[in-house]
């Protein structure tokens, strides 16, 4: 399908397309299935797809382009679509919709609860049959801590099932319940039905019943201890133990009564991370993490309706909490409370957690996934066979003689034209060499794209001087913000086979002038834009779009945010350094005085504002010095 064309052939006809609610999936030549929607109002939904190419998302475009034919089915309610809309994702994968990797490293506790005699286990296998779950786990040894707490209080099964079948057919105990770590059927102190019923106190406690059992133990022992029967009272103290050391562990962050499932969500044009906290009893009892690639530009409400979609799709109605806190609510909220509601046979609200300790307990998942969205693109970065297939793909997309295997990337940051930087990272056979990080000093200007020929003009001209390309651009910066001395300078005359600037075709313009008046148009050369990830090449009206899920399109972006962060930095050191030097001019003022002003006001803004008697509340500024300092910043 030609660029030009005003939209695709299969369009159908006008009047075709039915205005109920219902779902529908684009497949190709072959039949493949390439995305599943829903919609409350199919001809509307479907009619943005077939708008003139030349207006759609790049990404869109792509998918509507390579789909040859489209098909949709009516439903009775919004709900019903939501529900075939999940059906059909799971049964045909389609390569446009977004992609789903949970986290497996994280153990849970499992009780096989499909066992004649259900036992406790440690496992990371989530496909048990009729097993129960709890976490996931930190840490392996958090999981055996719990389980050796929660046996104490609720001796159940922990043996193999091959010692349960030998026990049960001698008579004889297993090895663990003669020792006192089995309390299973096969330790011959229970029946099975007497176990089976110790096997349901565990499961309700660890699902947020706590305060029952809490209450149920305390006044046993008191009875006990009332009837002087302080042999019972004791192994009830003991248990009141054991339950507190296992509470201790999860500590009590909401209501009592809260029984919800929050979700944090970081994300950007590719990717995102789900942390999903578990909470019951008010306590966080597991956290599930997950990593989503996104082929198609989905994010806010209606990311947050496929994350919901995908967690309880599947999920047991007593897994399904009375409340669902989300960071973004999703168009379809009603329609998503009625089908959980459905599910769990009871009420579920979906709401964001806007204020008090749910607002703190959603910042620190958006915190955590923030983290793993950070680590998933490094991971992907670093890892050697991603970094060849990346630089492969490099090479082929962009038409390279050979696969790029030094890479510089390029950006200017400045605050409305003052403080004006450039930075510029280094990468090498795909990892990042932060000892040939540098920094430029530019002129005050607001024309990125003249900051932008400026800085290569400069740094193309060490090619042609090998004499002086030892010598950094600003020999005071380097990726650490560290000082860079004569002996520390690495060789400056490298060359690249690729540069990539942070920007769309006219930054990647001023690039091309810059390379052909310096003389180095062998030098490949690429831009990155971050709204659409579009990569773009010079002298090209159309960019080039990569697969959301490639790893060359990973490395660029990891170049371009690294050049970015860069930039950032040396930028805020730059005006720490100058606010620093200001106030040095203060006479008796020393660096000490000055990074306490600095650390008791936040900011040099908010010290300008201050009056002579404030400033001298700080102690060491006495009522002189701060008419001083007053004097100083407002130029009096």
Known sequence: MPRSAPTVSYKPKPGEIPTNPGVYRFRDADGRVLYVGKAKNLRARLSNYFAPLRTLHERTRRMVTTAASVEWTVVASDVDSLQLEYMWIKEFDPPFNVRYRDDKSYPFMAITLADEAPRVIVTRNRRIKGAKYFGPYPKVWAVHDTIDLMIKVFPIRTCSDSSYKKAMASGRPCFPGQIGRCGGPCSMKVSIEEHRAIVDDFVAFMSGGDQRFTRELTARMREASAAMDYEAAAVYRDRL?????????????????????????????????????????????????????????????????QVLQRTYGNAEGADIPRQVLVPAMPDDAADLEEW???????????????????????????????QAL????????????????????????????????????????????????ASMVVFEDGLARKDQYRSFKVEETTDDTDSLYQVLRRRLAYL???????????????????VVTERRRPRFAYRPQLLVVDGGK?????????????????????????RLEEVWLPGEDFPVILPRTSESLYLLQRLRDEAHRFAITHQRKRRRRDIQSVLAEVPGLGDARIKALLRHFGSVAALRTASPEQIAELPGVGPKLAAAIHAHLSGG
């Open 241 to 305: 133990q054991a339950i507190d050391a296992v509470l201790n562990k999860s500590a009590l962050v909401l209501a009592a009564d809260t029984d919800a499932d929050l979700f944090g969500i970081a994300e950007d044009e590719l990717a995102a991370a789900v942390q999903h906290f578990v909470i019951r009893g008010g306590r966080v009892r597991g956290v599930r993490a997950t990593t989503i690639e996104k082929e198609l530009d989905i994010s806010g409400g209606d990311l947050v309706d």
């Open 340 to 370: 959980l509601r459905g599910r769990r046979g009871k009420s579920v609200t979906i709401q964001i957690a806007q204020r008090g300790r749910k607002a703190e307990l959603m910042r620190t998942a958006s915190l955590n996934a923030q």
């Open 374 to 421: 950070m680590l998933h693109k490094t991971r992907r970065t670093s890892d050697y066979l991603a970094r060849t297939q990346a630089l492969t793909d490099l090479q082929e997309a962009l038409g390279l003689a050979e696969a790029p295997l030094r890479i510089e990337c390029f950006d200017v940051s400045h605050l409305g034209g003052t403080n004006v930087v």
């Open 464 to 482: 042609d001087r090998p004499e002086e390309a030892e010598a950094a651009p600003d020999p005071d910066v380097t990726a650490d913000g560290e």
């Open 506 to 530: 006219p930054q990647v313009e001023a690039a091309a002038r810059a390379l052909r008046d310096a003389g180095h148009e062998e030098i490949a050369l690429c831009g990155i834009a971050k």
